[in-house]
């Protein structure tokens, strides 16, 4: 299999795809083998618009997630799923883990990964758990600038932000006519 720069480069691919519609690899099956090779012209990975140290951009937010994470997190969760979980409700529960396990890293760090995942951005300067064990309100007010440099006032939540921007949420279905009535 190719491993050096001196070997040359891979060989063609046979066979037919498989997957990789969603992005990353794309996998040839032949012979019943499957090999991956990395597909050319992926979309880039976006760097964050604000470092993870630049919490002063923002005082009033750096004070809030200094003495309030809870808050933070709520407005935060409540944007990236698209107003399917309130504000409250995830914030409660980011209280509720962070009383009971001391462990709200691990819960926040699933957000970040999200996000990333949603604006294509990258995973720096570290892994997200890392980011979030190390430095958590660093990491909190950075996911918050970034959602709110994309146009959202955090403010608002999820419904609210669509009805401004002239959008009908994602969440809510769509408006039907009634049909034949006697």
């Known amino acids: 299999m190719y491993s050096k720069p001196e070997d040359g480069p891979p060989p ?33 990975v976006a760097a964050w618009s604000t470092g993870l140290c630049d919490c002063f951009d923002d005082c009033g937010n750096c004070c809030v997630t200094w003495l309030c994470p809870c808050i933070t997190f709520g ?27 001391c462990c709200h890293c691990v819960y926040s760090c699933f957000y970040r990964a999200k996000m990333r995942a949603q604006y294509g951005l990258q995973e720096r300067p570290c892994a997200d758990c890392c980011v979030h064990f190390c430095c958590e309100p660093c990491a ?20 609210a932000n669509m009805e401004r921007q002239g959008r009908t949420p994602a969440t809510m279905p769509p408006h039907m006519h009634p049909g034949m009535t006697r």
């Open 140 to 159: 909190l007010c950075q996911e918050y600038r970034e959602l709110k440099k994309r146009g959202f006032d955090m403010n608002l939540g999820w419904h």
């Open 12 to 44: 063609p691919a046979t066979g037919f795809p498989m997957g990789g519609a969603g992005g990353g690899n794309t996998y040839y099956q032949a012979g019943g083998a499957t090999t991956a090779f990395a597909v050319q012209g992926q979309a880039p």
């Open 75 to 101: 407005q935060i969760a409540e944007i990236i799923d698209r107003g399917s979980t309130s504000c409250g409700t995830s914030g409660a529960l980011y209280a509720l883990v962070m009383l009971l396990t």
